[in-house]
């Protein structure tokens, strides 16, 4: 299982970023997928969740209305877009198979910060 999460960077409050995992070495179609966070010196936090066909989407309350995950199954790619950021979603971000972030790959970083 390969996941690679790209598109971090560092963004200015109340701006915008949208992150890439680029999925590999399993039948992504299939599969449920998370985003998932690690803020500096915090535990990893759940994001977001996305069924394997688009649908049954949830989100954490932190988030909620600012983030819109979305997949394209055909490019075994799952996204997250992020509006309205602010300092507080400072942290690493993972794409995972899991909930808990226990098959997750490496992550992109998202600094907010004026």
């Known amino acids: 299982v390969q996941l690679q999460a790209s598109g971090g960077g560092l963004v200015q409050p109340g701006g915008s970023l949208r992150l890439s995992c680029a999925a590999s070495g399993f039948t992504f179609n299939q599969a449920v997928m998370y985003w998932i966070r690690q803020a500096p010196g915090k535990e990893l936090e759940w994001v977001s969740r996305?069924?394997?066909?688009?649908?049954?989407?949830y989100y954490a309350a932190s988030v909620k209305g600012r983030f819109t995950i979305s997949r394209d199954n055909n490019e075994n790619t799952l996204y997250l877009q992020m509006n309205n950021l602010t300092p507080e979603d400072t942290a690493l971000y993972y794409c995972?198979?899991?909930?808990?972030?226990?098959?997750r790959g490496q992550g992109t970083l998202v600094t907010v910060s004026s």
């Open positions: 996305i069924g394997s066909e688009g649908g049954t989407i």
């Open positions: 995972a198979l899991d909930i808990a972030g226990r098959t």
